[in-house]
């Protein structure tokens, strides 16, 4: 590819720059071959002139695409150079806060100067387990690969931290350590993790100083070895170290400290401990105020001091020895204050004054004699062949020998330190592998580079070289694997440079070589390099302005050191004679430090001897033979770096290079300059230049053909992924050396990524411009058709306006038209009516004119026609009347004549027969009829009569009240004729009254006048009476409203308050839960490490010969009982566990009891907590209800008259109990005894009486039972009607009415009012207590009656024992009936005059008659006990029958005369028990539980039938009352449990499966306990198989604990299934095909989100939740408790997806966020099928959700921000923090987020309470529960299959 393809207009590139080391420019027009001047654009937008090298043609570096800035690999930018690694590791630190990069195998870590929250143990526990390139870079990944190569190559592994100082590489090598001890765990009793991490501090005090870079320097290199066995935990550790700046302790250089230990001492010097070492100020100490700032800011020495003592006596160094130490440490400040003076006379001669004050305190601290070391602090001793010479020393002399002597002790005591903490971290097991840490020095240079720089820049040399083969071997590695063809990339090799150190004649032996000559210097050594190297080598070089320096070209600098000081350092020269009375020293410690040939006495005491491990040191002690002691200090350096090199090159390095971002300290601050020269140092440059040599570019097909689809067209596509990217490669880039195709991947060189980036960001510039093309024409032709048919809607309004207009003109016209039609017909027709009128009247004047004369005319026509009619009319009637009469006289004539003559024939004819014959034909029934009429008529007749009387009488009534009317108006004639003359003198009268009457009134209307001026008056007083009132009113109103606002007030706060505690209550209880279950999940932790000990004890061990051993289950029954019984046991009890514990000495090795017995008072102390707890919840409750109690107290106490009376029946029924058991006792004493075998037959009348008796009696409780059910239902309704009245009854004083008073007045008056109603009420109440109080008599009475009633009932019961069977139920309900007859008849009678006292009669007969009831039922199931136990006894004696008639012979059966025999019904009424015998528990444990296979039991049978059957079995036990065979069950099976989960405790079916039947187990030991609270729902056949004689309530909390245990387990089994499944399923695999993009990766390469053969998809994990989900439904478990487990599922998978996005900056983008929402979507949707959704699982999502959305939102302005932080309340300030600054554009058309908006957020989130853990806790357990489920199941209808091999057990 030509340079002009990529150095195109707007193309970006990298140009130097003295301030920003490199600055950022664009191209202004394209570059084409044989320019000189590349025109330039900064981003400052000014335009400048890059000139090209004429000679070398070099071109300025590209810059990167804005996607690839940020990767979390450098390897994976496109180009690799030393702009683009800079500009990378800024963006990330600077923006994106991210301190760790990825650069090919080393992790790059900037110092943040600033604690972050990404240590943590939720940190630790999300990188276990995860592939290096799976995460984000971080030093818990290189921590995880190092252990898992570990583990998987079984080869030992090393972690290289190396920076400078300042940079950060104690505190990574201390993460790492963290890390491996957190992961991996201790496989000894000791906690070798603890120790290994405690010995941090102690180091750090003693080896870490203040530098002008780094307050926590280290001043010594060290590697750690930390061992693992074969399970890979960690069984110990070994340290060495190297080189410690022992210098220091003399001398320091401005603003810095000595080590730190010595201020720890100083600020503690105020303890009394430390009172004799008569320490001071760190100021009045030479020592450490050399540097002049003894103080760090915000760090407490004296706090520092009591961390390094308690990580001392951590790893074993006793108080004594710890006083040793500080007393050395004493002294070396002391003889640093101590003065040496020259002597006047002779300048050569030195002295110490006499009685040296710190010189006295030096000598007692360390024991040793004043005067011999003020004597050899100022002399020497030199040793000829013959002669010993004692020469003084000047004083200079003499002060570097003081100052050497303290750096000796110091070195010592160092050295002594790190030999004893290797002792503590010493295995005591056999070490399998090791991960070694170093943590070393990085390469140095400063104004003046002394021996130490030297050593130190040399062992950076050796590390480097080793870190350059490494790299070029993994390269190596690479292109072998993938069959690329290899050609050797040429790289720095920096072994000249170690040659010129440590050759022969090298540096170091010349030096080695100069101190031993007599009179050698630093001079001469210099002459002596000159003389050998310069000229020579082309590493080594000479000042110009110098003698007395050198300078090398090291790998990263040149460095100039000064040869002053070199040979002394190299010396390390400390006169023995001092040396001499050191080791005189009375201090023990001292003694150790310098005897020679003495074994060191251990600083632990009582420590049982272990294996000694080699200790390798990188400096020998003091102690080494004499030829040791002569090595010169670099010779031991060499030795040290050449093991060290051997230890790192035998194991795989990982690299760790640590930045110092800037030397101010400043908190995520970049400096550019000393970023570069770093870089440079450590060697990340170089793995970038060799990286670039090579491909540094690598892609999997699958991946390439995912990133590059859009640069390929359709008929490009193969099948066949890998010859698709070949061909799509070879057409896209020409030059064939540009990359190349391995066996999996595509391998590019560098800018050939970038090269495909432009094409496919072009490809998709084009298709934008396209899209945004077709988007703008649509958009503009959208735009041109709306104003298209906005003018065409204009153009309708205009014209529909103008035909508007016109046509209201036209209107307009009409109607004046019309108008004026009108207005002219009106016109005319009033003129019209006004002619009309006039004719009319004229017309009716003239018509009525004649009409009138008609009418006159007519009116005398009429008159006289009327006259006429009359007299014509009278004159026709008389004439007709006249004429009448003549007729009618004729007619009688005639007929008078006619008659006379027919009588004359009728007198003839009567004479004769047959004229009677025929007339008396019919006569009879006219006889009848006339009879008939006759009566008819003389009814009418008496009705005639009747109503004759009755008006005679009304007559004679009104005649007699006439009369007297006659009679009043002749009196009142009289009286009125007297009246008439008093009449005159009443007239008078009236005159008189008249005159009165006018003064009367005149009188009166001045009354009236003054009664109104009275009026008005009064009413103007009312009035203003009546403002007053209202204004009253008005203030009490108020005061009524604020009194009722203030206790609504009140009352909502003491809710709101009582709510508030009571959900405090409900979370601290949740807490407790919590802590209880995950105390229980320790103890169960600490159960199994002391089973599987005791196992590999019992697989160690040799058993005797004869020894027989104890059952295994016995032992674990033992074990179990021990549990249980100390899980119940009290404070008290503990010398009762201590014997117990006794009972097994072969567990006193492994068992920790102390830590148990703790661990134990701990769950007691938890137990008291909780019932503390839930006492002060009660509390709560009750104060609420406080009131209604104390008026429920006083009905109470009228109550205890009938309490009384009930317990004494009850006693009297319990008595009576005790006889019929005592008598059924003697029953069967009778029948038992073997004297009268003949007595007790089935046949013998002692049998019969009996059976009839207890037939009988059983038949009289059933009949009781019937009557007491009636009663029990009158009883009902009685009460119900009794509460209806009471209620309706009772009074109540209603606030209306005392709002309703008008004024003070009446309120006063109804306060005394109410005042003297309580006194009546006073009155009242103590009558009534009289009243009370002789009903209780008259109760006592009725208790004596009672007694006699029961007398009389035994003597009924009596006699109906000798009645046949059929009169004994007859004569008892007849009895019954009577009694109960007469007892209502005689109480009505009683208190026929007073119903309430009938009424309280009524309801205590039925209180009492419930009482009976039930003690009826107690006495029901007694008598079915002691049925079945009578069924027992005839079973034994018809045994004893068969076995008496056995031994009878044939011939006496034949004589011996038959007796009738009773044949009983067999029993077909199951009880619901199960029996089986002692010997066969061990086989019902091995079938029912061990051997059990649950997929059969939950597919062919009922769910939970082994709970069913081992509770059947533990009711029989209870039913014989064995309490041995309860225990032992109970015991086994929660063993077998135990066993069989451990066996198998990664199956989910059998986990899940044994959690439903221990919970089936636990809901029936309740249901069945007897208690009252679970059998509300049994029926009372269920009742009837309560247990009846132990409280299994101890075992119940032990069983639930073990369900505490198995649910544990079983989330752990779901949590291990689920782990793979989530990051692939739910972040990394694409659901929604084609969304996300993949981005360019590096070395370090992540899983495809494209599912691969193998991968987990979504659907993996539904498929998963399904098979959960059937399977415990199949298991029948609870419903609450599949919702729980399903909650903890899915907590499960929101805290891990979450957790990996906040990991993971490739996971953090648009597209991503949008496969996360879709994929919770799909889990919603799960949850919906299955109907779960009510069981707060898509709560635990919501973060998840939540997160999703902040991907998917817009992040720029203020109002997106505040979207933002209300849309995010699931989430922390540190999780959204995170997320924005992890988002990372797919697309270059996607934008990063700026950090002014992530500061918006911060602003906005300050004030949020919420935690700064930035992961969720995925360990997390949610505190489970287990609510009563009682099963409808019938105990006796429960069948047992064959299958499970049960057949010993017999059915009860």
């Known amino acids: 590819m030509a340079a002009s393809e990529l150095f195109t207009k707007f193309a970006r590139v990298w140009i130097p720059d003295t301030v920003d080391v490199w600055k950022s420019a664009e191209l202004l027009k394209d570059y084409k071959l044989g320019d000189t001047v590349l025109h330039l654009k900064l981003e400052d937008e000014q335009e400048t002139q890059y000139r090209i090298d004429s000679k070398t043609k070099e071109l300025p570096p590209l810059r990167n695409p804005d996607i690839l800035v940020g990767e979390n690999d450098l390897t994976a930018l496109s180009y690799l150079h030393e702009p683009a690694v800079l500009h990378n590791l800024k963006v990330r630190f600077m923006d994106s806060k991210l301190i760790y990069t990825y650069c090919g195998i080393v992790l790059v870590a900037i110092n943040p100067y600033e604690q972050l929250p990404i240590y943590g143990e939720d940190i630790i526990n999300a990188y276990s387990g995860q592939n290096m390139g799976d995460m984000d870079p971080h030093i818990f990944a290189v921590a995880e690969e190092a252990y898992k190569q570990m583990a998987r190559d079984e080869r030992n592994q090393s972690i290289i931290v190396s920076g400078e100082s300042g940079a950060g590489k104690t505190v990574s090598a201390k993460y790492a350590m963290r890390y491996f001890a957190t992961v991996s765990g201790s496989a000894s009793e000791t906690n070798v993790e603890e120790k290994v991490l405690a010995s941090n501090p102690i180091m750090e005090s003693i080896g870490n100083a203040k530098t002008t870079r780094n307050d926590n320097s280290s001043r010594f290199g060290k590697y750690i070895e930390i061992g693992f066995d074969k399970k890979y935990r960690i069984t110990g550790a070994n340290m060495r170290t190297y080189l410690l700046e022992k210098s220091r302790v003399v001398f320091q250089a401005e603003d810095e400290r000595n080590y730190h230990i010595l201020y720890q001492l100083c600020a503690s010097k105020h303890l009394p401990e430390f009172k004799e070492l008569r320490l001071n ?154 991960i070694g840490v170093l943590d070393i020095y990085g390469f140095e240079t400063f104004e003046v580079n002394s021996f130490e720089q030297f050593c130190i820049n040399y062992a950076n040399e050796k590390l ?147 294996a000694r491990a080699t200790v390798k040191s990188a400096k020998p002690r003091a102690l080494q033979p004499s030829k040791e002691h002569k090595k010169s200090v670099g010779h031991q350096f060499r030795n040290s770096l050449h093991l060290l090199m051997e230890t790192l090159n035998a194991t795989t390095p990982h690299y ?378 008005k203030e009490k109103e108020d005061l009524n409203l604020r009194i009722q606002e203030q206790v609504k007030e009140i009352t909502e706060s003491m809710e709101r308050q009582n709510k508030e505690e009571t959900k405090q209550l409900q979370i601290d209880l949740n807490d407790e839960r919590s802590r209880y279950q995950s105390l229980l999940n320790e103890f169960c932790k600490l159960e199994e490490r002391y089973d599987n000990m005791k196992e590999e004890i019992s697989l160690v061990s040799i058993t005797k010969p004869g020894h027989r051993r104890t059952d295994s289950t016995h032992s674990s029954n033992e074990s179990e009982y021990t549990y249980s019984s100390l899980l119940s046991s009290e404070p008290g009890e503990s010398e009762d566990v201590t014997r117990r514990t006794e009972e097994f000495p072969d567990q006193k090795g492994t068992l920790d009891m102390s830590l148990f017995l703790k661990l134990q008072k701990r769950v007691t102390e938890l137990e008291q907590e909780k019932l503390a707890l839930q006492e002060e919840l009660d509390g709560k409750e009750e104060q609420a209800l406080r009131s209604k109690k104390e008026v429920e107290d006083q009905q109470l106490k009228a109550r205890g008259a009938e309490l009384e009376y009930e317990s004494l029946k009850r006693q009297e029924l319990e008595s009576e109990n005790k006889k019929l058991k005592n008598e059924l006792n003697e029953l069967h004493r009778a029948l038992t005894e073997k004297g009268a075998p003949q007595a007790t037959a089935p046949g013998s009348p002692a049998y019969k009486v009996l059976l009839d008796h207890l ?23 009685q009460k119900e009607a009794m509460a209806c009245k009471e209620t309706m009854t009772e009074p109540t004083i209603f606030l209306e009415d005392v709002r309703k008073m008008k004024d003070q007045g009446e309120i006063t008056q109804t306060f005394l009012g109410l005042k003297e109603t309580n006194r009546l009420l006073e009155t009242q109440l103590q009558g009534q207590k009289k009243i009370y109080e002789n009903e209780l008599e008259g109760l006592r009475g009725e208790v004596q009656n009672l007694k006699e009633e029961i007398n009389r009932q035994q003597q009924l019961l009596a006699q109906n024992l000798q009645l046949p069977p059929e009169a004994r139920i007859e004569a008892s309900l007849q009895h019954e009936i009577t009694r109960l007859t007469n007892e209502n008849l005689y109480y009505e009678e009683l208190y026929a005059d007073d119903p309430m006292k009938y009424q309280f009669y009524r309801i205590s007969l039925y209180k009492r008659i419930i009482d009976l009831m039930e003690q009826l039922e107690k006495q029901d199931k007694t008598v079915r006990k002691l049925k079945k136990q009578l069924k027992v006894f005839a079973k034994k004696i018809g045994e004893l029958e068969v076995s008496q008639t056995e031994n009878i012979s044939p011939a006496q059966l034949a004589d011996e005369p038959i007796r009738p025999v009773n044949i009983p019904r067999k029993e077909k009424d199951f009880q619901g028990m199960l029996e089986y015998k002692k010997d066969d528990e061990l086989k019902l444990i091995k079938n029912l539980i061990l051997e059990l296979k649950p997929r059969g039991v939950a597919v062919n049978l009922i769910p939970g039938l082994p709970a069913y059957i081992l509770f059947m079995c533990v009711r029989h036990a209870d039913y014989i009352n064995d309490d041995q065979r309860v225990r032992s069950l109970l015991t086994s099976t929660i063993n077998g449990i135990k066993k069989i989960l451990k066996k198998r405790s990664d199956d989910f079916e059998i986990v899940s499966f044994w959690l439903s039947n221990t919970c089936r187990f636990l809901h029936c030991l309740k249901q069945y306990s007897g208690e009252e609270a679970f059998m509300k729902h049994n029926t009372p056949r269920q009742n009837d198989h ?267």
């Not at 100490?285 to 990580?311: C, S």
């Not at 390439?704 to 640069?711: G, P, S, T």
């Not at 008496?942 to 007559?955: A, D, G, H």
């Open 656 to 1033: 760790v290079r640590c930045i110092k971002p800037n030397d101010d300290k400043f908190a995520f601050t970049f400096d550019p300059k000393r970023a570069v020269q770093q870089l440079r140092a450590c060697g990340v440059l170089e793995t970038i230049r060799i990286s670039a040599a090579g491909f540094p570019s690598r892609w999997t097909y699958q991946e390439f053909f995912n990133r590059y689809r859009v640069l390929m067209k359709q008929k490009d596509v193969l099948s066949d992924k890998k010859l698709t990217c070949k061909n799509v490669l070879e057409k896209l880039v020409k030059d064939q050396d540009k990359y190349q195709f391995g066996k999996t991947k595509i391998f590019f060189r560098a800018g050939q990524v970038a090269y495909l980036e432009k094409l496919r960001a072009d490809k998709l510039r084009v298709a934008c411009i396209r899209i945004q093309k077709t988007i703008r024409s649509w958009l503009q032709r959208k735009k041109y058709l709306r104003m298209r048919s906005a003018a065409i809607t204009i153009q309708r309004y205009v014209r529909g306006y103008q035909a508007r207009c016109y046509a209201q003109f036209l209107r307009r016209t009409r109607a004046a038209i019309l108008i004026q039609k009108f207005q002219r017909m009106y016109a005319a027709r009033q003129k019209f009516l006004r002619i009309l009128s006039a004719t009319l009247v004229i017309q009716s004047f003239v018509r009525g004119f004649r009409g009138r004369r008609r009418f006159k005319a007519v009116l005398r026509e009429q008159k006289a026609v009327i006259l006429q009619k009359h007299l014509r009319g009278w004159m026709a009637r008389r004439r007709y009347s006249r004429t009448h009469h003549a007729i009618v006289y004729l007619q009688c004539c005639f007929r008078r004549m006619m008659a006379k003559r027919e009588l004359k024939k009728l007198k003839i004819e009567a004479r004769s027969v047959e004229h009677y014959k025929t007339l008396n034909i019919g006569m009879e029934n006219k006889i009848v009829q006339l009879q008939c009429k006759v009566n008819g008529q003389t009814k009418e007749i008496k009705s005639l009569l009747e109503k004759l009387v009755s008006l005679e009488t009304t007559y004679t009534n009104e005649t007699e009240k006439l009369r007297t009317e006659v009679d009043r108006l002749r009196i009142s004639e009289g009286s009125a004729k007297v009246s008439s003359n008093k009449i005159t003198c009443l007239m008078e009268e009236i005159a008189i009254l008249r005159k009165e009457l006018e003064e009367t009134q005149a009188h009166k209307k001045r009354l009236e006048e003054s009664a109104d001026k009275y009026k008005q008056e009064t009413d103007l007083v009312v009035f203003q009476l009546k403002e007053w009132n209202a204004l009253l009113k």
């Open 1586 to 1852: 309560c247990l009846r004689n132990f409280d299994l309530a101890e075992y119940r909390q032990v069983i639930s604990d073990l369900a505490i245990q198995i649910y544990q387990q079983l989330t752990k089994v779901m949590e291990n299934i689920l782990q793979p499944m989530i990051v692939s399923g739910m972040l990394e695999h694409e659901t929604i095909q084609g969304v996300s993009g993949l981005k360019p990766t590096g070395l370090r390469k992540r899983t495809s989100s494209v599912a691969d053969e193998g991968t987990y998809t979504l659907d993996s994990i539904v498929r998963q939740l399904n098979n959960f989900h059937s399977t415990m439904c199949q298991h029948g478990m609870d419903p609450e408790l599949i919702k729980q487990i399903v909650k903890q599922m899915f907590y499960i998978i929101g805290s891990v997806t979450l957790n990996n996005l906040l990991l993971r900056k490739d996971m953090c983008s648009w597209s991503k966020g949008m496969q996360i929402r879709y994929n919770v979507s799909q889990l919603e949707e799960w949850l919906r099928d299955k109907n779960l959704q009510a069981c707060g699982a898509k709560e635990t999502l919501e973060p998840l959700i939540q997160a999703a959305q902040l991907l998917q939102v817009k992040k720029k302005t203020d109002e997106d921000a505040e979207a933002i932080c209300s849309m995010c309340g699931a989430l922390t300030t540190a999780q959204i923090v995170k997320v924005l600054n992890l988002y990372t554009p797919v697309n270059e058309f996607e934008e990063r987020v700026t950090a002014s908006f992530i500061r918006t957020i911060q602003v906005r989130l300050q004030n949020r309470k919420d935690s700064p853990q930035l992961l969720m806790d995925a360990k997390h357990i949610f505190p489970v529960t287990f609510p009563f489920n009682a099963s409808s199941l019938a105990l006796e209808s429960i069948q047992i299959p064959s299958s499970m091999n049960l057949g010993f057990l017999l059915r009860v």
């Open 464 to 610: 480097q070289q080793q870190f350059n083969m490494h790299v070029f071997k993994l390269e190596q590695e690479e292109y072998m694997k993938e069959q690329i063809p290899w050609t050797l990339i040429d790289f720095y090799d920096n072994q000249p440079c170690i040659n010129l150190i440590e050759a022969k004649l090298g540096i170091l032996d010349l030096l080695d070589e100069e101190c031993k000559m007599p009179k050698g210097s630093d001079d001469t050594w210099a002459q002596k390099l000159y003389n050998t190297h310069l000229n020579k080598s082309a590493l080594f070089h000479k000042p110009r302005m110098s003698n007395r320096a050198f300078i090398i070209q090291h790998f990263a600098d040149q460095v100039e050191y000064q040869c002053e000081g070199f040979l002394e350092k190299n010396k390390d020269t400390v006169y023995e004679e001092q040396i001499i009375v050191l080791k005189a020293s009375k201090l023990n410690l001292l003694a150790e430090l310098f005897n020679e040939g003495k074994q060191v006495s251990s600083p632990t005491e009582g420590r049982p001897p272990v």
């Open 281 to 434: 100020h760190a100021q009045n100490f030479n020592y450490t105020n050399l540097g002049g700032n003894p103080v760090i800011e915000g760090i407490d020495d004296a706090k520092e001091m009591l961390n390094t003592r308690q990580a001392c006596s951590l790893l074993g160094i006793n108080e004594s020895y710890q006083m040793g130490i500080f007393h050395v440490l004493g002294a070396i400040l002391h003889l640093g204050n101590v003065t040496i003076k020259s002597n006047d006379r002779d300048a050569d001669n030195c002295f110490i004054p006499p009685n040296t004050e710190h010189l006295i305190i030096f000598c007692d601290l360390l024991g040793v004699d004043y005067e011999q070391m003020a004597h050899w602090l100022c002399h020497r001793k030199i040793i000829t062949g013959s002669e010993t010479y004692i020469k003084p020393m000047p004083r200079f002399q003499a002060l570097n020998a003081r100052d050497a002597l303290a750096k000796h002790i110091y070195a010592s005591l160092f050295n002594w330190i790190v030999h004893h903490v290797n002792r503590a971290l010493r295995a005591s097991v056999k070490q399998n592998s090791f």
């Open 1255 to 1277: 037939n009988a009696a059983t038949e009289e409780l059933e009949v009781r039972k019937e009557e007491v059910l009636i009663l029990r239902s009158q009883l009902v309704s």
